[in-house]
């Protein structure tokens, strides 16, 4: 049996009409209107929502022929809400023709968040099904809009709740006949096929930090991006790829190259390719590892330093500790207890910075890299550093395999983890000195366990070659008359300089050898730290220099002792030879003997003069 509804308004175009909502009701057979109703003929009854849905749909339709008049958006009362949803629950819009329409905003505020992908704006093509999908996630208490360019004739929008029931809920969805720009996330990935609009962009950039955001980025005078690099005093910093301090442990601990110092029941060994320093099991034990060469560091310039270690689970009265540093001053990452984190030591006083407290991540899985660290496990951990003295040190750990889900890392990169300021917090120093080795410790003070680390590798960089290096040099000639081998200068790094620890690293610069008399073949070795008698007392070089010698005509030698790190074989004449590229230096405390020895009994009158730098 055919039924027919009559609405009140005015009609311009009947057919239109008729041809929308004929889409939506098939039943629909007939319309008229007489100038003040209309008439819509069909031939069966509507359901009562139906009738409800039609009778929403002739009060908000908008007449194509007056359509300038009237307006250019129009909110949809069939994919519009208020009411508050259970946990998990759903709104499901109504399919409607939006072909007179360019784009669509849907506007979400609710007090609960959505279920993930929880606002879904569907789009069918030519007919009422989802062809097309775009989906959101809203946040609680959080204003959610979507714009999407108009992908097809009809349109629904389906909100889906989290699990927690809504106290308030508000989705509008508004029809525009004017193309708006869409938006999206900002961490959405933009394709080729992304909609956009060509418009005048502001580029931004992201903070490491959410709490400030985003900021603007900038071109030059000639239109080119400007990219800050990092750099220290404004200038580009040029760290040479080639590490001027490196220790591994595939052979084992190296006496040559390194230090070890024990305390009690102490040790220092070596296993797979790594160095295992242990504290005793008892109190008041430790070992301690470090290089022999010490890191540089000059006002201007900044030091980069790396080490690959494995940490203990961390126990109440020991300290784990690897970096740079000794027990006066150092830049550590390690464990202080149970807890975890890292440490700046000035003059003997340590400051531990827990790893919650770190303030750029704090690599716990919330920070921005998403990575979680576990020290148990081998990593390479780095501090950058300064030589001013109120600059800033920066801790950092290189990016772990689970960084492959960030896109913005790369599995070589470095993840700043902590940067600690010293400008402005005091009028001491950061770092009282900041020239030592690298260093792994482990220390009982009330523990009774064995507590190991274990060390990969050391190495440092430097940004770039001092230039306050201070240039010292010394000559010194000798009678050689015997094949034994006898000193003719020894240098040494004095342990103290200026009445505080010396941490200044000496240099070889170039020597020259001659022969001033005689003719026999001569060997001229530099020997580090051999067994040598009758020195005599060691003349100071100068009040600033760190320094001193012996030219002890009764010194001897005894040059199967030490570590020999140069020779040369000279016959007659004069030779000079550049040491720079062969990285001979003193560390504090070490000694450097010129010895001589000839190949049958004579007499040769030999000189030498020797040229060295000072870092201090």
């Not at 301690?288 to 961390?314: K, N, Q, V, Y």
């Not at 896109?407 to 402005?424: G, Y």
């Amino acid at each position: 049996m055919s039924t027919a509804y009559t609405f009140v308004r005015s009609v311009s175009d009947e057919d239109t009409l008729f041809a929308y909502l004929r889409a939506l009701y098939p039943s629909l057979v007939a319309s008229s209107f007489d100038g003040t109703a209309v008439r819509l003929g069909f031939s069966a009854a509507l359901t009562g929502p139906q009738q409800t849905a039609l009778n929403a749909q002739m009060l908000s339709y908008v007449d194509p022929a007056v359509v300038e008049d009237r307006t250019d958006a129009n909110v949809s009362a069939f994919n519009s809400s208020s009411s508050a949803l259970a946990g998990s629950a759903a709104f499901q819009g109504t399919w409607e023709d939006c072909s007179r329409f360019s784009s669509v905003r849907v506007s979400a505020l609710s007090n609960a968040a959505s279920a993930a992908d929880g606002l879904s704006v569907q789009f069918g093509v030519l007919s009422p099904q989802a062809d097309v999908t775009q989906t959101y996630t809203a946040e609680a208490g959080t204003s959610l809009v979507a714009v999407n360019a108009i992908a097809g004739r009809y349109v629904r929008v389906m909100y889906t709740n989290g699990a927690t029931a809504q106290s308030s809920f508000a989705l509008c969805t508004r029809w525009s006949r004017r193309s708006e720009a869409p938006i999206v996330q900002a961490s959405a990935r933009v394709a080729d096929d992304s909609d956009c609009s060509l418009t005048r962009a502001l580029m931004h950039g992201r903070y490491d930090s959410d709490a400030h955001g985003y900021s603007h980025m900038r071109l030059d005078e000639q239109s080119r991006l400007r990219v800050r690099v990092p750099c220290n005093f404004e200038r580009q910093q040029a760290v040479s790829n080639r590490p001027y301090i490196q220790e591994s442990f595939t052979y084992g601990v190296s006496a040559d190259s390194t230090i070890t110092t024990l305390v009690g029941a102490g040790t220092v060994t070596s296993s797979a390719s790594r160095a295992v320093v242990a504290s005793g099991a008892a109190i008041n034990t430790s070992a301690r590892l470090a290089t022999d060469r010490l890191t540089t560091c000059a006002p201007g310039t900044a030091s980069l330093m790396i080490a690959s270690a494995a940490f203990t689970a961390g126990i109440a009265g020991n300290t784990q500790v690897v970096g740079g540093g000794n027990l006066v001053n150092g830049l550590f990452f390690g464990f202080n207890g149970t807890s975890f984190g890292v440490a700046v030591r000035s003059n003997s006083v340590t400051a531990w910075i827990p790893q919650a407290s770190w303030n750029v991540d704090a690599l716990d899985g919330t920070g921005p890299s998403g990575v979680t660290l576990n020290p148990l496990f081998g990593n390479t951990y780095a501090v950058s550093y300064g030589g001013m003295g109120y600059g800033c040190a920066t801790f950092m750990v290189m990016a772990p395999a689970a960084a492959a889900t960030n896109p913005s890392i790369s599995l070589d990169d470095f993840i700043a983890v902590h940067r600690e300021s010293f400008a402005n917090t005091s009028a001491s120093v950061g770092v009282l000195n900041p020239q030592f080795p690298l260093t792994a410790i482990s220390a009982n003070t009330t523990a009774t366990t064995a507590v190991p680390i274990y060390v990969a590798g050391f190495c440092a960089f430097a940004e770039a070659e001092p230039s306050n290096a201070v240039m010292y040099a010394l000559d010194a000639n000798r009678s050689i008359t015997a094949i034994a081998a006898a000193p003719i200068l020894t240098l040494m790094n004095n342990a103290t300089l200026g009445g505080v620890t010396n941490m200044s690293t000496v240099m070889l610069r170039s020597l020259s050898v001659a022969i001033i008399a005689g003719t026999r073949l001569l060997w001229l070795m530099i020997i580090r730290n051999p067994t040598q008698t009758n020195l005599g007392t060691m003349v100071n070089v100068g009040a600033s220099s760190c320094v001193s010698y012996s030219v002890a005509a009764a010194a001897t030698v005894t040059d199967t002792t030490g570590v020999t790190v140069y020779g040369i074989a000279i016959n007659t004449g004069q030779y000079t030879v550049d040491l720079t590229p062969y990285n001979i230096y003193m560390s504090p405390g070490s000694k450097l003997c010129f010895s001589c020895s000839m190949q049958a009994a004579g007499t040769n009158l030999t000189a030498i003069a020797v040229t060295w730098s000072e870092t201090q």
